[in-house]
């Protein structure tokens, strides 16, 4: 799963998260776009690693390697760091969901996380989140 999000029009401003889940043949799965409320770039990166990690385990689909450009939330989703407390219930719903799931964390270039940073550019402008899904694995 990669997640990524953009905070546009400043920050903090408005902006948008967007995520791919792919199977593990690297086939793209499901991609997620969505607005956020008015927020800073932590808020927005720590709600796009939640969303994706709340669909994940709805859906079952196995172990997970969860990829993300925030190397803050990469470290807060896997203990090693402490969060701003402003978000220490999302970043401790995802750490409830990381020791369930038990996914691989791992932080990743910009760069190569283009898809989920097109997702979440997008993502500021809908109106509404939209989910895209191949049910076929």
């Given at each position: 799963m990669e997640?990524?999000?953009?905070?546009?029009?400043?920050?903090?401003?408005?902006a948008g998260i967007g995520g791919v889940?792919?199977?593990?043949?690297?086939?793209?799965?499901?991609?997620?776009s969505g607005p956020l409320e008015d927020?800073?770039?932590?808020?927005?990166e720590v709600s796009?690693?939640?969303?994706?990690?709340?669909?994940y385990a709805l859906n079952d689909l196995g172990?997970?390697?969860?990829?993300?450009?925030s190397s803050n939330t990469i470290a807060w989703a896997g203990n090693k760091?402490?969060?701003?407390?402003?978000?220490?219930?999302?970043?401790?719903?995802?750490?409830?969901?990381v020791a369930s799931i038990r996914p691989v964390l791992k932080h990743t270039r910009k760069s190569g996380n283009d898809i989920a940073d097109g997702l979440a550019k997008d993502g500021?402008?809908?109106?509404?989140?939209?989910?895209s899904s191949n049910t076929v694995l």
């Open positions: 997640t990524h999000l953009i905070p546009l029009r400043g920050n903090p401003g408005r889940i792919r199977d593990h043949f690297a086939n793209i799965f499901m991609t997620f927020c800073d770039a932590n808020e927005a796009a690693l939640l969303f994706g990690l709340q669909w172990p997970l390697i969860a990829e993300g450009d760091a402490c969060g701003p407390w402003c978000l220490a219930f999302k970043i401790d719903e995802i750490k409830d969901f500021v402008d809908r109106d509404s989140l939209l989910l």
